[in-house]
């Protein structure tokens, strides 16, 4: 089994930074792709940034230029970065990591999801 524990959400203002982390732990080979999903109330999971393996990266279109995300390869961290926060950027914030089990299963977790408000 997988856990993955988010932290650093919470309330700014307008133009200001944020910065999300999100550690993985318990028994598994290998993890594959980290990223992060954001999903207000009413509409579906969206992509926002993620990073593969390899250290290739996608972003969405609204955050490209304001949000970095990296990965701790030793840590099993992956960490979002927000600049220029904006108001519609508000919603709540959902890791997310691709896993290859000890058992060669390969599976998708998902973490608690952390609260991002940005205030105008």
């Known amino acids: 089994q997988v856990q993955l524990v988010e932290s650093g959400g919470g309330l700014v203002q307008a133009g200001g930074s944020l910065r999300l982390s999100c550690a993985a732990s318990?028994?598994?080979?290998?993890?594959?792709?980290m990223g992060w999903y954001s999903q207000i109330p009413g509409k579906q999971r969206e992509l926002v940034a993620t990073t593969a393996s390899g250290g290739s990266t996608t972003y969405s279109d609204s955050v490209k230029g304001r949000f970095t995300v990296s990965r701790d390869y030793v840590r099993n961290t992956v960490y979002l970065q927000m600049n220029s926060l904006k108001p519609e950027d508000t919603a709540v914030y959902y890791c997310?990591?691709?896993?290859?089990?000890?058992?060669?299963?390969?599976?998708?977790?998902w973490g608690q999801g952390t609260q991002v408000t940005v205030s105008s």
């Open positions: 997310n990591a691709d896993v290859m089990s000890r058992t060669w299963r390969y599976q998708s977790y």
């Open positions: 318990g028994s598994f080979f290998r993890i594959d792709a």
